[in-house]
């Protein structure tokens, strides 16, 4: 589509869908980080049942029985490297082409992965701990805006699709839940958000810079769990 030429403005959302289980990247991204100085080979799991990743590694994430947790967590690293591959393929294709410059380019997460942080292995829908919901964001502006800025504060997936209209010039939806985040870019004008909202399955959680309340649904009533 790109190659069509068209000098039309576009947004292009790609979901690279890699680092999952199970954790199988090509040749060489396989080898890279088994053994490195980082692996523990002493460092052993359990083999479980149950699909959800609870006290072991499950079924769907099992890699010929292996039961070293640095294995999985080499492999895992190894689906990041490869996607990273992937993106820089892409940055270079956007480049070539010339719009990388007049581009703003946005790489985040939808969800991190546990590796045995909680009593969850392999796995990243069954709990709302940070190992979880607490992803990357990089942001690249034209004519490199903002170069070098760091947000230390918190901000949310759902300010992203604002924070694009805003710099686009384009008029925000007045239902939306998300803030442009261009006032932290620009120390100008309000971020108003205090709080992050998530849910999965029957648990909720309200986190702010320094708590994070997690309610578990339940049909006999709700548990909470006040916690970062």
């Not at 954790?23 to 692996?39: A, E, H, I």
């Not at 359990?46 to 959800?52: A, E, G, M, P, W």
């Not at 609870?54 to 029985?65: L, Q, T, V």
Request: contains cysteine; negative net charge.
């Amino acid at each position: 589509w790109l190659d069509s030429g068209s000098k039309t403005p576009f947004f292009i959302w790609i979901h690279y869908n890699d680092p999952h289980v199970p954790y199988k990247p090509p040749v060489p991204y396989n080898k890279l980080y088994v053994r490195d100085k980082f692996y523990n080979p002493d460092k052993k799991v359990n083999l479980v049942d149950n699909i959800y990743g609870w006290g072991g590694i499950s079924p769907k994430a099992n890699i010929e029985d292996i039961r070293e947790l640095d294995y999985y967590i080499a492999q895992y690293d190894g689906e990041i490297r490869y996607t990273d591959f992937w993106i820089g393929r892409l940055m270079d294709y956007l480049k070539a082409k010339g719009f990388y410059d007049d581009s703003v380019i946005v790489i985040s997460a939808d969800h991190g992965e546990a590796f045995g942080e909680h009593n969850l292995y392999c796995e990243h829908a069954n709990t709302l701990y940070d190992e979880l919901i607490r992803v990357p964001l990089i942001i690249r502006f034209p004519g490199a805006a903002f170069k070098d800025k760091r947000v230390k504060r918190q901000v949310r997936s759902i300010d992203l699709m604002p924070t694009i209209l805003n710099y686009s010039n384009l008029k925000i939806p007045q239902h939306l839940d998300g803030e442009s985040l261009l006032p932290l870019l620009r120390l100008q004008g309000e971020y108003a958000a205090r709080f992050s909202f998530s849910k999965t399955g029957l648990m909720a959680a309200l986190r702010t810079e320094e708590w994070k309340l997690i309610y578990y649904e339940g049909e006999e009533g709700g548990v909470i769990n006040y916690t970062i």
